[in-house]
């Protein structure tokens, strides 16, 4: 019997490395995401928006996966994916602001709906990819710091909704330094240096970090955490700034 994982946003640059680590770990790797790829054992193109939007797209992804599956066990369901439109309360567009819910917040709540009865029966696990900007944030990212607040609170509902069934998680990283992260700051290295120093650890996270904590949820040592948030952020969200 194969233990399978579903990790959405497998293409990113924490997805890749989720996909990476479950696989070192022995299990069998279905990636969803909207651009084609070909690090998981399965890779699965499909657009969250649209899988939230179109019931036939639901239902097409569903019937790939049982495929997939046959008969085997999903132990794990990753919900990596996340859009971020950034954008102030006057100028944001409120289709931007449904975008953003459907993606990293409605996409998470269907694919646990989907796939429930099968997490059920292997006493699997939902992990939820969040963000320290559910707890802190700043202008401009209305939609995305929402999106995030209300993930959390999707997974501490979850958790006590699937009761003994299913354990929910959630992890909350700060600034992880991915591709595109890095690439941002490309034209700005004394940006980057003075995001690092921000973080009381001196430096920022790495993908593996994420990654190697959603491994350890994943597993039966684990059994006790649920409903929980957990903040991988370098210690900065302890930290107070303001003037001297």
């Known amino acids: 019997m194969k233990?399978?994982?579903?990790?959405?946003?497998?293409?990113?640059?924490?997805?890749?490395?989720?996909?990476?680590?479950?696989?070192?770990?022995?299990?069998?790797?279905i990636g969803i995401d909207q651009q084609h790829s070909e690090n998981a054992d399965i890779n699965i193109t499909c657009d969250l928006f649209e899988l939230v939007n179109n019931k036939e797209v639901?239902?097409?992804?569903y019937a790939q996966i049982i495929e997939v599956l046959n008969g085997n066990l999903l132990k794990i369901l990753i919900n990596n994916a996340a859009v971020q439109i950034l954008d102030d309360i006057e100028h944001i567009e409120l289709?931007?602001?449904?975008?953003t819910m459907d993606v990293n917040l409605n996409a998470p709540f269907l694919l646990a709906k989907l796939f429930f009865q099968q997490l059920k029966n292997s006493r699997g696990s939902i992990i939820n990819i969040g963000s320290i900007h559910a707890n802190q944030t700043k202008?401009?990212?209305?939609?995305?710091?929402?999106?995030?607040?209300?993930?959390?609170?999707?997974?501490?509902a979850m958790a006590i909704d699937f009761g003994r069934h299913i354990r929910v998680n959630i992890i909350q990283p700060a600034a992880i330094s991915t591709e595109m992260l890095v690439d941002g700051f490309k034209d700005n290295p004394e940006g980057l240096?003075?995001?690092?120093?921000?973080?009381p650890s001196?430096?920022?996270?790495?993908p593996e970090d994420v990654s190697m904590?959603?491994?350890?949820l994943s597993k039966d040592e684990s059994q006790f955490i649920n409903g929980a948030s957990i903040d991988i952020d370098g210690g900065i969200r302890s930290r107070l700034y303001d003037p001297d």
């Open 193 to 199: 240096k003075q995001l690092k120093s921000f973080h």
């Open 95 to 99: 289709s931007d602001f449904k975008k």
């Open 213 to 216: 904590l959603a491994l350890f």
């Open 3 to 29: 233990n399978f994982v579903i990790i959405t946003g497998s293409n990113g640059g924490i997805g890749r490395s989720l996909v990476t680590e479950f696989k070192k770990a022995g299990f069998h790797t």
């Open 202 to 206: 001196g430096f920022i996270g790495k």
């Open 58 to 61: 639901e239902m097409h992804l």
């Open 139 to 156: 202008p401009k990212f209305i939609a995305y710091a929402t999106s995030k607040a209300a993930l959390k609170g999707l997974t501490q």
